[in-house]
Each structure stands twice: as structure tokens, then as C-alpha cells.
């Protein structure tokens, strides 16, 4: 709808919007797999420098938030 280029965002590249909704991957889940990635890159900093919080553009209080939202807990070394 545009004369301007195609958009060519990784999102936009997975197929049509029928195959992405069929594949069964919610957006709720795309969020969640995200943060789970970005606290392993950030070795689960919340605050304080290369924090995760950050990385996302998040208040670490929002980050908290939606971690408890999916379930997400920081693993527990040892035990």
C-alpha cells in the first residue's frame, strides 16, 4: 500500500499470517521465549549495568512483572 520499499523484518519473513497463527506459537509465548533469552544474555541482571531490563526497554519492575506473568523464575545453582 506504500511506493516505498517491501518491509523486510524477520517477523513479516515467517510465512503468511495463516501459517504463523497455525503454527501455534502466541504471542504470549513469543514474549516470554524473548525475555527468557535476553536474562541468559544479561546473566539474569535485573538492575545494574548490561542489565536486562534495559536490553528489553523496561522498568526492572515492569521486567518483574511480566516474568511472574509467564512463569519465568531465575534458575537456582546447586541445588
Not at 539474569?44 to 512463569?71: I, Y
Request: with cysteine.
Amino acid at each position: 500500500m506504500t511506493s516505498g520499499p517491501p518491509l523486510r523484518h524477520p517477523l513479516f519473513l515467517q510465512g503468511t499470517p495463516e501459517t504463523r497463527a497455525s503454527s501455534g506459537t502466541s504471542l504470549a509465548e513469543m514474549e516470554r521465549a524473548h525475555i527468557l533469552t535476553v536474562l541468559k544474555e544479561c546473566g539474569w541482571k535485573l538492575s545494574g549495568k548490561g542489565n536486562a531490563a534495559d536490553r528489553l526497554g523496561l522498568k526492572r519492575s515492569t521486567l518483574q512483572f511480566r516474568m511472574a506473568k509467564h512463569g519465568i523464575h531465575r534458575p537456582v545453582h546447586g541445588a
